[in-house]
């Protein structure tokens, strides 16, 4: 940010504007100007202009007593702030979202953009495409606003527009704190507090019921627990609500059905390890899920079943790798979410400077029923000798998308044909992505591996969050597998050059009609050895699939036959 000199050569650029400092303050109300509140505070300036100047970021950095840079370098990191300099033209008020990730794409993204494009005013509405906004089972998602569109089509969204629908609601039918309380909610969490279990007993059922973190990293939550009630307080608890991963949408499938049982997980897991705060992440695509969880927490918070710690409710701002856990504490702490390196761990040194529980809010969602039935009832689950339940987040060419809870180690077949109810009409299983974008593409040939953590890793690909996408012989891997890098490409948080530099280099190969597949190998191995997170060293996996599994796509086309020589 430059000083600049004003007409009769005042330095201009650091002078209070008092005007814009109040009513920066007004947005602000009697909130906290503590660092941590930053990106909440840079969320009122956007939702309120739809942009943020210099002039916001000034007032801003003079009230939060930061440093203008420390603000600047905040603001732009995310893609749902508009930073504008003075010269630059306030981007249109309405921003329509259309998603291009992978299942989208599948359904006609690409078109739809076009369409929309020309259908509309530039002046007016701005067309964005933006990567998986999780809701990858009624793609194509155009979201108007905040309003979402499930399999959108272009007269939908114009529809939609000229109803002025740009504001997402409160999820129907879900179960309310009276509802899940009327249920026994929160009786096991009151169990707990008053003794009827000692904190010890419950992390042995979690580490017998084979409960692994369903974030993606699969690491033992029982273990994790153990290793973080060991710590020296105080402690933080972070509960992950990213889910960025392009395929994956069950967080937001069990937090618009059944918000209270991660609270109670949750809950117990603060007094399991004798933690102190409660941090929750929520993406900031998922307005409505916002709306439903600030709800329920005030009812909670009103009327709690026993004395509650402090539970804080954070705004993510649309950026993929805020997902990974120390980028995700970095960003709760006000500051640009790029991970950390590591060691120390979260465990150790997480958010601010504390030993903190990072866990998947999915995770949470199973505490309390384990508890209630037993460890024997989560781990009977499963086939071939897999343990546990999995929600599949399933889309792509099948019957019935959606968030489909089967046994670990069930195969992509046996997925298909008893929970999807088969492929669409007219299309063949031709390969799949077990993992989301991160987790790789497999071949319908190996539709009878094991789906689980630690199953896929000799053919190069990973479960992760169970992000199933579907493909069928109307697709091709080869524009998928760009489409992937893509995305990489722009969620990469540019602090390291094998990341950085490799996504872009590497679109640039796949671009090309003919990949150069011995540089693409070479890049990518440089890109899984040199990262500093899982981004970067995932980020390659669908290339590679794509080269070893899909041969019949590379194949050269026979050049077309010249008449004259065949004469
Ligand atoms: C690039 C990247 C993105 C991630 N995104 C998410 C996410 O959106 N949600 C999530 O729970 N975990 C995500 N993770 C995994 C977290 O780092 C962490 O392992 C997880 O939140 C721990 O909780 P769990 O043990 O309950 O899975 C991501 C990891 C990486 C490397
Ligand atoms: S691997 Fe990519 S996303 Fe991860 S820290 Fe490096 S640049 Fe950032
Ligand atoms: S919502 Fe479009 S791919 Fe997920």
Redesign the pocket.
Known sequence: MKRTRGKKGRITGRVDDQETISQIEKLIGDESIKRDMLVEHLHKIQDTYHYISNKHIRALAKIMNLSMAAVYETATFYHHFDVINEKETPPPDITVRVCNSVTCEMFGAKKLINELKLATDSNKIRIQSVPCVGRCASAPIVITGTYPIENAKTDDVLAALNKNKLTDSIPENYIDYVAYKNNGGYETLVDCINGKYKSDEIIKLLEDSSL????????P?GQ?WRILSEKKSPKMI?I??????PG?FK?RYFLENDPHRFIEGTLIAHWAINADEIYIYL?DEYAGCRILLEKELEKIKKNPPCKLPQIYLRRGAGA?????????IESIEGKPGM?RLRPPYVADVGLFGFPTL???????HWVRDIIENGADWFSSNGRRERKGLRSFSVSGRIKKPGVHIAPAGISINELINEYCDGMLNGHEFYGYYPGGA?GGILPASLGDEPLDFDTLQKHGCFI??AAIIVLSDQDKVKGLALNSMQFFEH?SCGQCTPCRVGTSKAIQLMEKEEWNKDLLEELSIAMCDASI???G??APNPVRCAIRYFPEEFKKCPPTQNKKTKQ
């Open positions: 692994r973190g369903l974030g993606g990293a699969g690491f939550t994790k972070a992950n609500i990213d889910e960025g991963e994956t967080d993406r993929y790798i805020c997902g990974e856990e120390s980028a995700m991970p990072e866990q998947n809010m999915e995770t949470m991160s992760g969050s969620e997170c899982g981004l060293q995932a």
